[in-house]
């Protein structure tokens, strides 16, 4: 290494000779790969940069004349996108270039510039001095060959470098590949053993269900006794209805519900007056014990006037009912029924006249179809 840089310390001092007899001269700055900054310590880049300045001072004048081109290629192949390649090559071309532009004056137009994308990381600086044989002689011939030596010698270190670095590169991709494919076996496995336990938990979940099926007379969260029960499309029509129910076993349950409002309006003139009592037997089916079937009974009284003529009697009848009961949480159910039946209305006519009700008759009637409807809120007590 010492004779090497006391080689390029001579080369300096002879440069005021050479440059007025040499033809051209060769520059090498070397870049890291993937890396476009120009380092003056990084593989001699300063001793080159040294000797390329004064290449300039002693042909500045003839370069900004435009009879010494400077030719400046700039290489880059450490990049697999050839776009990126091309583009990192261009900005160290700049780089080299703006050393001569802001240190001894040049101007793009003393650059010719071309970028590779294959070759190595480097930029090359080449000057092209015209020579005049009369001044040519064994010196400047020797100092010639020695520097087309000097060049020769820095294309093989720099084919040597791009083996070494292509070398390292397929080594590191086989050492990728090999780390892949050491993680999708370990994933591979790791998948299977979670497979394995997901198995043996659901297997165990399903047992467990099982046992609680065989040990339960119905499932839990159906599991009560009494509740207490609110039809709400009753209570959309101003008629306030309240019942109860008891389930003597899981399939089986008793229920009574009542209904009662009493409404007048125009000076009483108008009246919605009503009281029923329903109690119903149910059966419950399937396994959730959700769909029912039931028999009902419902007596009342009633009392409408809601024109010129009121009717004011009495109801009886029964039914067959069917719903579904929908769990909302572990106190609350909603209860989807519809009965369908018989019902007999036994009532009087009156109409009202200064205020004194007048008698117009009675009548009878019996209806056949729809008895009872409900969208029921259940709460379960214990």
């Known amino acids: 290494m010492k004779k090497y840089v006391t080689s390029l310390m001579l080369c300096l001092l002879m440069l005021p ?5 040499q033809g051209d001269t060769i520059y090498h700055f070397r870049f890291e790969p993937g890396n476009d900054g120009l380092y003056t310590a990084y593989r001699n880049n300063g001793t080159e940069l040294s000797r390329l300045l004064a290449c300039v001072v002693q042909n500045k004048e003839a370069i900004l004349a435009g009879t010494v081109p400077i030719q400046v290629d700039g290489y880059c192949n450490s990049l697999d996108d050839e776009t990126e390649a091309r583009a990192t090559a261009r900005i160290r071309s700049n780089r080299v270039k703006s050393e001569l532009i802001t240190r001894e004056g ?11 994308t294959s070759g190595g990381d480097y930029v090359t600086v080449r000057i092209v001095i015209p020579t005049s044989p009369s001044e ?6 020797a100092e010639t060959e020695r520097l087309a030596a000097e060049a020769q010698r820095a294309t093989a270190e720099q084919e040597a470098e791009q083996a070494r670095l292509a070398a390292e590169k397929q080594q590191a991709e086989a050492d990728r590949l090999q780390a892949e494919a050491e993680a999708q076996r370990i994933a591979a496995e790791q998948a299977r053993l979670v497979a394995e336990k997901q198995q043996t938990e659901a297997e165990q979940t399903r047992q467990a269900a099982e046992q609680q099926r065989t040990e339960a007379s119905h499932p839990a969260h159906d599991s009560y006794h009494l509740a207490l029960r609110a039809n709400l499309l009753r209570w959309a029509t101003l ?4 019942g109860i129910e008891w389930r003597i076993c899981p399939s089986w349950g008793l229920m009574v519900n009542g209904s009662w409002t009493s409404w007048t309006w125009s000076d009483k003139d108008r009246r919605y007056a009503l009281w029923e009592v329903a109690p119903e037997v149910r059966y419950y089916m399937g396994e959730k014990k959700a769909w029912y079937l039931g028999a009902m009974f419902k007596a009342g009284q009633f009392n409408y006037k809601l024109s010129e003529t009121g009717k004011q009697g009495d109801l009886m009848g029964g039914g067959i009912t069917a719903g579904y009961r929908l769990r909302l949480n572990k106190a609350l159910n909603l209860d989807f029924n519809l009965g369908l039946g018989y019902l007999n209305a036994d009532y009087e006519k009156y109409e009202v006249i200064d205020c004194v009700r007048v008698r117009r008759g009675n009548e009878t009637k019996d209806w056949w179809g729809p008895i009872n409807a409900g969208v029921t809120l259940v709460w379960k007590i214990f």
């Open 17 to 21: 000779l050479v440059a007025q007899t």
């Open 106 to 116: 040049l101007t793009e137009a003393c650059f010719t510039t071309r970028n590779h």
């Open 136 to 141: 040519t002689g064994p010196e400047q011939q």
């Open 239 to 242: 008629t306030p209805d309240l």
